[in-house]
C-alpha cells in the first residue's frame, strides 16, 4: 500500500490496464492548431525504409477545448454533433484505459478554421484524448496519444509535441526523428489564399517524389537539426522555402510566385505553406530590430492582395506580438 | 539489411578533423563506397540487378575497390576494366582476392586509354545485356549519392562556407557541392584538379598524380558550378600529404594532400568562411611510392618545399609536377571558358617546363 500523498504510478501493459480507479470525472483537454508545415517529404527510419513525414509549423494562438462528462453504459455523444473523428477517439482512448462501458459528452469548443490545413480535426481528435486521460486522472504519453490519434483518423500530425522540433510520420502517427530541443524563435505572418474549396487531406493522391528530392529531404531533415541545435531561425527558413519549393513541383499552389517575390523583397527568412492546404506563412527573425513593424507592414500588404484569414504569430520569442 | 552491409555502411563514413580553427576535413578511409553503395542499392531497388547478377565498371581505382566490397558481400560478379599502364599488382592482387575479375586492357600512350576501356566494356554489354554498369563517370546517381556526406557535414557544422575537393569523376564535388548549395545558396566551391588532365581545358597527357584529374571528360563534372580551379602538381601534393600526417596524424593519400593544399590557403586567407575539405581516400596504398623516400628522390624536382599560394594564370595550359596554378572559373560553362580562351590576354607569370 501506499502511503497516503504519495503519487502512485500505474503503466499500461498492452491489454490497455491501467490498474483500478473507481470512476471517472469531467476532464478538460486542450490542443493547438498548426499552420502548415516547416518541411515534408519522404525519410528515412531506423528500419532503413523511406517513410511520409513532416516537421509541422505550431499556430499555438488557435486552440480547441474539449470538455468530457463521462456517464456509464451511456453512448458517446459529441457537441457539435457531426465530429465522428472525435467520437471515435474518445471510444478508443476510453477502450484503452479500461472503461468499456463509458461513454459520456464530449464538447468541442474549437476555435480552429476548418478545412484550410490548420490541422482541426487532428486538433479535437487530440483534445479529446487528452480530455479523457484528464477525466481518468491518467497522464498519457506524447507517443501513445499519436498512436490513438493515427488509430481515429488515420493520419496526424505533431501538434501533440506542442514547440517541441519532431519529424513525425504522420501516417504511422511515429517520430522518425527527435530534433532535441524546440523549434528556434520564429515570427510568422500566416495567411490563406482567397479560395473557399476545402480541403480533404487523405483524399489528395501521395505524391511520388524523385530520387534527387528524396536524397535533398536528408539534407533538409540535417539543416533542421542543425537549426534546432544553433536556434537558429535562418536555416529553418530555408529549410521551409526550399520545402515548399519541392511542394510546388507536385501540388502547385497558385499564388506562390508572388507570395516568394513578397517575402524576398522583405529579406524574410523563407517562405512555409501547409503542403496539402492553402496556407501561407512569411517567416521572420523575431530578434532583429524591427520586427514587429516588419511584420505589421507585411500583414497589411498581404491583406491588400486579397489574401485571408491574416495572423501574425510568434514561436518561442519573448515579447508580445500583436496582431 | 545484413550485419555486413553496416559494416560497409560505417566504413563509407567519414572521420572529420579539424585542420585549422575554419577548416575541417572530411576524411574517407575509402569514399566511393558511398556512390558505389548507393548505385547498387538503387540497381536493385529499380530490378536492374537481380541476385547473383553481374556488375562490370571502367575502372582502374577506388571505385573498383568499393564495388569489389560490394559485390563479394552481395555475391555479385564483378568485372573491372583497366589499362596496362595504371595497374598496380599488389591492388589487383586484392581486387582479384575480393572476387573480381580484371581486365588489363593494353595502353601505349600512357594515358589510361579509356576509350579503349569503353570499347571493352561495351562488347561485354552487348554480349551480356543483363550485366549491370554503374557508369560512375555520367550516372546521375554518382553526384545524388553524396547526399549522405552533405547531410553529416550539416549536422556537424552547420553553416558552409566553402567547398573545396578533388574532381576525377566530379561526383563528390558536385554532388556535395550541390547539395550544400541548396542550403547556402553563397557556398563557393572550389575544384582541385592537376596538370594534364582535361577536366577543365588542359590538353591530355601522361600526369604523375593519379586518381586526380582524367583523360577523358564525365559528365558528372559540372563546370558551371565551380567558381576556382587549381591544378596542384603531383610533388606539392606528396608535400602537403605528408604534411597532414607528421602535423595531424592523418594518412592519406597525395589526392588528400592535393585538396588540404588549396583548402589550407583558402582558410587561411579567408579565416570567416567555414571550409570543408573532402580527402578521399588513405595512404597504404601509396606506401611505396608517395610515402617512401627513396622512390620520392628518384623524382625530378623532389625534394619541395609546401608552396604558400598558387600562380594564378589566365591562359589555362599544363604545368610541371612542382607546380600549383589557379584559375577564377567563376561558375562558367567549359565551353565559355575555352571561348575566352581562344583570345588570350597576355600572360606572362607561369612557369613553365615540358613535362617530361
Given at each position: 500500500?501506499?502511503?497516503?500523498?504519495?503519487?502512485?504510478?500505474?503503466?499500461?501493459?498492452?491489454?490497455?490496464?491501467?490498474?483500478?480507479?473507481?470512476?471517472?470525472?469531467?476532464?478538460?483537454?486542450?490542443?493547438i492548431a498548426h499552420h502548415g508545415e516547416l518541411l515534408q517529404?519522404?525519410?528515412?527510419?531506423?528500419?532503413?525504409?523511406?517513410?511520409?513525414?513532416l516537421v509541422t509549423l505550431p499556430l499555438p494562438i488557435q486552440?480547441?477545448?474539449?470538455?468530457?462528462?463521462?456517464?456509464?453504459?451511456?453512448?458517446?455523444?459529441?457537441?457539435?454533433?457531426?465530429?465522428?473523428?472525435?467520437?471515435?477517439?474518445?471510444?478508443?482512448?476510453?477502450?484503452?484505459?479500461?472503461?468499456?462501458?463509458?461513454?459520456?459528452?464530449?464538447?468541442?469548443?474549437?476555435?480552429?478554421?476548418?478545412?484550410?490545413g490548420y490541422g482541426?480535426?487532428?486538433?479535437?481528435?487530440?483534445?479529446?484524448?487528452?480530455?479523457?486521460?484528464?477525466?481518468?486522472?491518467?497522464?498519457?504519453?506524447?507517443?501513445?496519444?499519436?498512436?490513438?490519434?493515427?488509430?481515429?483518423?488515420?493520419?496526424?500530425d505533431a501538434i501533440?509535441y506542442g514547440d517541441q522540433a519532431v519529424l513525425f510520420?504522420h501516417?504511422?502517427?511515429?517520430?522518425?526523428?527527435?530534433?532535441?530541443?524546440a523549434l528556434p524563435p520564429l515570427l510568422v505572418v500566416g495567411f490563406?489564399?482567397?479560395?473557399?474549396?476545402?480541403?480533404?487531406?487523405?483524399?489528395?493522391?501521395?505524391?511520388?517524389?524523385?530520387?534527387?528530392?528524396?536524397?535533398?529531404?536528408?539534407?533538409?531533415?540535417?539543416?533542421v537539426?542543425?537549426s534546432v541545435?544553433?536556434?537558429?531561425p535562418?536555416?529553418l527558413g530555408?529549410v521551409a522555402t526550399?520545402s515548399a519549393?519541392?511542394?510546388?513541383?507536385?501540388?502547385?499552389?497558385?499564388?506562390?510566385?508572388?507570395?516568394?517575390?513578397?517575402?524576398?523583397?522583405?529579406?524574410?527568412l523563407g517562405v512555409q505553406v501547409a503542403h496539402?492546404g492553402?496556407l501561407f506563412g512569411i517567416l521572420l527573425?523575431?530578434?532583429?530590430?524591427?520586427?514587429?513593424?516588419?511584420?505589421?507592414?507585411?500583414?497589411?500588404?498581404?491583406?491588400?492582395?486579397?489574401?485571408?484569414?491574416?495572423q501574425t504569430f510568434a514561436l518561442n520569442a519573448?515579447?508580445?506580438?500583436?496582431? | 539489411?545484413?550485419?555486413?552491409?553496416?559494416?560497409?555502411?560505417?566504413?563509407?563514413?567519414?572521420?572529420?578533423?579539424?585542420?585549422?580553427?575554419?577548416?575541417?576535413?572530411?576524411?574517407?578511409?575509402?569514399?566511393?563506397?558511398?556512390?558505389?553503395?548507393?548505385?547498387?542499392?538503387?540497381?536493385?531497388?529499380?530490378?536492374?540487378?537481380?541476385?547473383?547478377?553481374?556488375?562490370?565498371?571502367?575502372?582502374?581505382?577506388?571505385?573498383?575497390?568499393?564495388?569489389?566490397?560490394?559485390?563479394?558481400?552481395?555475391?555479385?560478379?564483378?568485372?573491372?576494366?583497366?589499362?596496362?599502364?595504371?595497374?598496380?599488382?599488389?591492388?589487383?592482387?586484392?581486387?582479384?582476392?575480393?572476387?573480381?575479375?580484371?581486365?588489363?586492357?593494353?595502353?601505349?600512350?600512357?594515358?589510361?586509354?579509356?576509350?579503349?576501356?569503353?570499347?571493352?566494356?561495351?562488347?561485354?554489354?552487348?554480349?551480356?545485356?543483363?550485366?549491370?554498369?554503374?557508369?560512375?563517370?555520367?550516372?546521375?546517381?554518382?553526384?545524388?549519392?553524396?547526399?549522405?556526406?552533405?547531410?553529416?557535414?550539416?549536422?556537424?557544422?552547420?553553416?558552409?562556407?566553402?567547398?573545396?575537393?578533388?574532381?576525377?569523376?566530379?561526383?563528390?564535388?558536385?554532388?556535395?557541392?550541390?547539395?550544400?548549395?541548396?542550403?547556402?545558396?553563397?557556398?563557393?566551391?572550389?575544384?582541385?584538379?592537376?596538370?594534364?588532365?582535361?577536366?577543365?581545358?588542359?590538353?591530355?597527357?601522361?600526369?604523375?598524380?593519379?586518381?586526380?584529374?582524367?583523360?577523358?571528360?564525365?559528365?558528372?563534372?559540372?563546370?558551371?558550378?565551380?567558381?576556382?580551379?587549381?591544378?596542384?602538381?603531383?610533388?606539392?601534393?606528396?608535400?602537403?600529404?605528408?604534411?597532414?600526417?607528421?602535423?595531424?596524424?592523418?594518412?592519406?593519400?597525395?589526392?588528400?594532400?592535393?585538396?588540404?593544399?588549396?583548402?589550407?590557403?583558402?582558410?587561411?586567407?579567408?579565416?570567416?568562411?567555414?571550409?570543408?575539405?573532402?580527402?578521399?581516400?588513405?595512404?597504404?596504398?601509396?606506401?611505396?611510392?608517395?610515402?617512401?623516400?627513396?622512390?620520392?628522390?628518384?623524382?625530378?624536382?623532389?625534394?619541395?618545399?609546401?608552396?604558400?599560394?598558387?600562380?594564378?594564370?589566365?591562359?589555362?595550359?599544363?604545368?610541371?609536377?612542382?607546380?600549383?596554378?589557379?584559375?577564377?572559373?567563376?561558375?562558367?560553362?567549359?565551353?565559355?571558358?575555352?571561348?575566352?580562351?581562344?583570345?588570350?590576354?597576355?600572360?606572362?607569370?607561369?612557369?613553365?617546363?615540358?613535362?617530361?
Open positions: 500500500m501506499a502511503s497516503p500523498g504519495v503519487p502512485q504510478r500505474t503503466r499500461s501493459n498492452n491489454e490497455g490496464e491501467y490498474g483500478p480507479r473507481p470512476q471517472l470525472q469531467v476532464g478538460i483537454g486542450r490542443a517529404g519522404v525519410f528515412e527510419g531506423d528500419d532503413d525504409h523511406l517513410h511520409r513525414g486552440q480547441v477545448i474539449a470538455t468530457f462528462w463521462p456517464r456509464q453504459d451511456d453512448p458517446i455523444r459529441t457537441r457539435p454533433r457531426n465530429r465522428p473523428k472525435a467520437a471515435r477517439a474518445v471510444a478508443l482512448t476510453l477502450k484503452h484505459l479500461g472503461f468499456e462501458h463509458w461513454g459520456g459528452d464530449l464538447t468541442i469548443e474549437s476555435g480552429i478554421s476548418i478545412g484550410y482541426s480535426s487532428t486538433a479535437d481528435v487530440v483534445a479529446a484524448i487528452r480530455a479523457i486521460a484528464a477525466a481518468s486522472s491518467v497522464v498519457l504519453c506524447r507517443s501513445t496519444i499519436c498512436r490513438l490519434a493515427i488509430a481515429a483518423e488515420e493520419a496526424s501533440v510520420a501516417r504511422e502517427g511515429t517520430c522518425l526523428e527527435h530534433f532535441g530541443g490563406r489564399d482567397g479560395s473557399s474549396a476545402q480541403i480533404d487531406t487523405l483524399r489528395l493522391p501521395r505524391v511520388q517524389y524523385s530520387s534527387e528530392e528524396i536524397q535533398l529531404f536528408k539534407v533538409l531533415r540535417a539543416l537539426f542543425r541545435r544553433e536556434q537558429n535562418h536555416m530555408r526550399t519549393e519541392i511542394s510546388q513541383r507536385h501540388l502547385p499552389k497558385p499564388h506562390w510566385e508572388a507570395v516568394s517575390r513578397l517575402a524576398a523583397e522583405l529579406g524574410a496539402s492553402t527573425d523575431p530578434d532583429k530590430s524591427g520586427a514587429a513593424a516588419t511584420a505589421a507592414r507585411l500583414a497589411k500588404t498581404v491583406k491588400r492582395e486579397g489574401f485571408k484569414d491574416v519573448e515579447g508580445t506580438w500583436l496582431p | 539489411m545484413s550485419g555486413a552491409g553496416d559494416y560497409l555502411r560505417i566504413f563509407e563514413t567519414p572521420r572529420f578533423a579539424r585542420l585549422a580553427p575554419n577548416l575541417y576535413a572530411a576524411c574517407f578511409s575509402l569514399m566511393k563506397l558511398m556512390p558505389a553503395r548507393f548505385m547498387v542499392d538503387r540497381a536493385e531497388a529499380s530490378g536492374h540487378l537481380k541476385r547473383g547478377g553481374s556488375i562490370i565498371e571502367t575502372t582502374s581505382g577506388t571505385f573498383g575497390m568499393a564495388m569489389a566490397m560490394i559485390a563479394a558481400e552481395r555475391s555479385y560478379d564483378l568485372k573491372l576494366v583497366t589499362s596496362t599502364s595504371l595497374t598496380d599488382p599488389k591492388f589487383t592482387r586484392r581486387l582479384e582476392r575480393l572476387g573480381a575479375t580484371v581486365i588489363a586492357i593494353d595502353d601505349p600512350t600512357g594515358d589510361g586509354n579509356q576509350r579503349g576501356r569503353l570499347d571493352y566494356l561495351q562488347q561485354t554489354l552487348q554480349q551480356n545485356p543483363e550485366t549491370y554498369w554503374p557508369r560512375q563517370y555520367d550516372s546521375p546517381e554518382n553526384r545524388l549519392a553524396y547526399a549522405r556526406l552533405a547531410e553529416m557535414v550539416i549536422r556537424s557544422f552547420g553553416q558552409i562556407d566553402c567547398l573545396v575537393g578533388c574532381v576525377g569523376t566530379g561526383g563528390s564535388l558536385c554532388g556535395t557541392g550541390g547539395f550544400l548549395r541548396e542550403m547556402f545558396p553563397h557556398l563557393r566551391m572550389i575544384g582541385v584538379d592537376t596538370h594534364r588532365s582535361v577536366l577543365f581545358g588542359q590538353p591530355v597527357g601522361k600526369r604523375l598524380l593519379r586518381g586526380l584529374g582524367n583523360s577523358v571528360l564525365p559528365a558528372n563534372v559540372r563546370h558551371e558550378m565551380v567558381d576556382e580551379v587549381h591544378w596542384v602538381g603531383a610533388l606539392p601534393a606528396y608535400a602537403m600529404a605528408h604534411a597532414l600526417f607528421r602535423h595531424h596524424g592523418i594518412f592519406m593519400g597525395p589526392t588528400s594532400g592535393a585538396a588540404a593544399l588549396v583548402a589550407s590557403w583558402f582558410a587561411y586567407n579567408n579565416p570567416d568562411a567555414a571550409t570543408i575539405v573532402i580527402m578521399p581516400d588513405e595512404g597504404h596504398r601509396h606506401a611505396d611510392t608517395a610515402y617512401d623516400d627513396q622512390w620520392l628522390a628518384s623524382l625530378s624536382g623532389w625534394t619541395v618545399s609546401i608552396p604558400a599560394e598558387p600562380t594564378r594564370i589566365e591562359q589555362i595550359r599544363p604545368a610541371d609536377e612542382t607546380t600549383w596554378t589557379s584559375f577564377a572559373w567563376n561558375r562558367q560553362t567549359l565551353d565559355a571558358v575555352l571561348a575566352s580562351q581562344a583570345h588570350p590576354k597576355t600572360d606572362s607569370t607561369l612557369p613553365v617546363k615540358p613535362d617530361a
